[in-house]
């Protein structure tokens, strides 16, 4: 796989989605969660989505319950929840796991072309970020406390 163009994945309603769809876009993939001390970080993300969406930018919201199991809810719960609490319009996915054998193929590869800290592909916690160009590659990686409004000039520069 050359770039997050070449994956599928499910959406929260279990729909396959080529991610080919978003060829020509930047995108902000994270793994997010709703029990965690970050998630008010959904507020942010929102925001990125509405100042840069017209402009060819989507955030991708996978939910993952690997992290002290702050994501215990079903598909249907977590679409609820993002919706009620937080009126996200952004795309969000199946449940995934991040890490381990049974990581999502996608996250393999985010993780492999941008490790993290001291080289470490391990994602951390909640809220990890991946900034992605246009063309699929992926620029950089942010820690979960990396908040989303500090990461709008990276999205500025990328579109």
């Given at each position: 796989?050359?770039?997050?163009h070449?994956?599928?994945?499910?959406?929260i309603?279990?729909?396959?989605?080529?991610l080919?769809?978003?060829?020509?876009?930047?995108?902000?993939?994270?793994?997010?969660?709703?029990?965690?001390g970050?998630?008010?970080?959904?507020?942010?993300?929102q925001g990125?989505?509405?100042?840069?969406?017209?402009?060819?930018?989507?955030?991708?919201?996978?939910?993952?319950?690997?992290?002290?199991k702050q994501?215990?809810?079903?598909?249907?719960?977590?679409?609820?929840?993002?919706?009620r609490?937080y009126?996200?319009?952004f795309?969000m996915?199946a449940?995934v796991?991040?890490?381990?054998?049974?990581a999502?193929?996608?996250?393999?590869?985010?993780?492999?072309?941008k490790?993290?800290l001291?080289?470490?592909e391990?994602?951390?916690?909640n809220?990890?970020k991946?900034l992605?160009?246009r063309?699929?590659?992926?620029l950089?990686?942010?820690?979960?406390?990396?908040?989303?409004?500090?990461i709008?000039p990276?999205?500025?520069?990328?579109?």
């Amino acid at each position: 796989m050359a770039s997050v163009h070449d994956f599928s994945v499910s959406d929260i309603h279990g729909k396959t989605v080529g991610l080919e769809r978003y060829n020509g876009e930047v995108l902000l993939i994270v793994n997010v969660a709703s029990e965690c001390g970050f998630t008010p970080q959904y507020a942010g993300l929102q925001g990125l989505q509405e100042k840069f969406h017209s402009r060819g930018f989507d955030v991708l919201g996978f939910p993952c319950n690997q992290f002290g199991k702050q994501e215990p809810g079903t598909e249907a719960e977590i679409a609820a929840f993002c919706d009620r609490n937080y009126h996200v319009t952004f795309p969000m996915f199946a449940k995934v796991d991040v890490n381990g054998d049974g990581a999502a193929p996608l996250y393999r590869f985010l993780k492999s072309e941008k490790p993290g800290l001291l080289g470490s592909e391990a994602i951390k916690w909640n809220f990890t970020k991946f900034l992605v160009d246009r063309k699929g590659k992926v620029l950089k990686r942010y820690a979960p406390n990396d908040t989303p409004e500090s990461i709008a000039p990276d999205i500025e520069s990328a579109l």
